[in-house]
């Protein structure tokens, strides 16, 4: 198990703020979460978080270890995002969130001429009606929504009145400028509501 794992595991839990919220969340059970914090508690030779039936909290040392972890976190997946653009080939995974409005008049009907010119990229679009459920984390771009402080880390373009969010990594990733620019010209002032 790679120690990047397992402080995505870590950062994750601390974020959640359950094993059992953090391991759905990946994909895991709880128990698998909460071996993953074990080992690397273990490797650490020392103790990240505070565990009691109803809350985890942070110790010290763990505090300042999920800051650094952030950050190494970042630029892992910054440094993939760049071999993904090299030398301007257009490939990997477009994560988009949107309410399901936005994606039966927007996102899908334009969704199969784009994958056309571009299919080494895999989109996975998400629904999520209410801006407090999405995880800003797990997403490239958010179409349609308002401002929300989930998005104060993220870059903003505006496709007429249209709020397009994406991830604030720089160079922005290629796959994430074509896409915007693909809706841009496809927008065509379509009648959608914005999520609240």
């Known amino acids: 198990m790679s120690t990047l794992n397992q402080m995505q595991a870590f950062v994750t839990v601390v974020e959640e703020g359950s094993f ?11 128990t698998a979460m909460s071996k993953k914090i074990s080992m ?19 110790t010290d ?12 976190l970042h630029e892992y997946k910054l440094s993939n995002l760049l071999v993904e653009d090299k ?54 771009i958010a179409i349609g929504y308002k401002s929300s402080q989930i998005f104060n880390n993220w870059c903003l373009r505006k496709i007429d009145k249209l709020p397009l969010y994406y991830i604030n990594v720089k160079p922005t990733p290629l796959k994430i400028k074509v896409y915007i620019d693909y809706l841009s010209q496809n927008w065509e002032n379509r009648p959608v509501a914005l999520a609240t």
Request: contains cysteine; charged residues 20%; positive net charge.
């Open 87 to 140: 030398n301007n080939h257009l490939s990997g995974t477009l994560n988009i969130v949107c309410m399901r409005e936005m994606a039966q008049q927007l996102v899908y009907p334009t969704m199969a001429i784009f994958l056309e010119q571009h299919p080494n990229i895999v989109t996975n679009v998400t629904l999520k009606k209410q801006i407090s459920d999405i995880n800003s984390k797990n997403f490239d």
């Open 40 to 58: 690397l508690e273990k490797s650490l030779s020392t103790r990240l978080l505070m565990r009691t039936p109803r809350l985890i909290t942070m």
């Open 20 to 30: 059992t919220a953090a391991a759905l969340q990946i994909g895991i059970s709880p």
């Open 61 to 72: 040392i763990g505090s300042k270890y999920y800051d650094q972890c952030k950050k190494i």
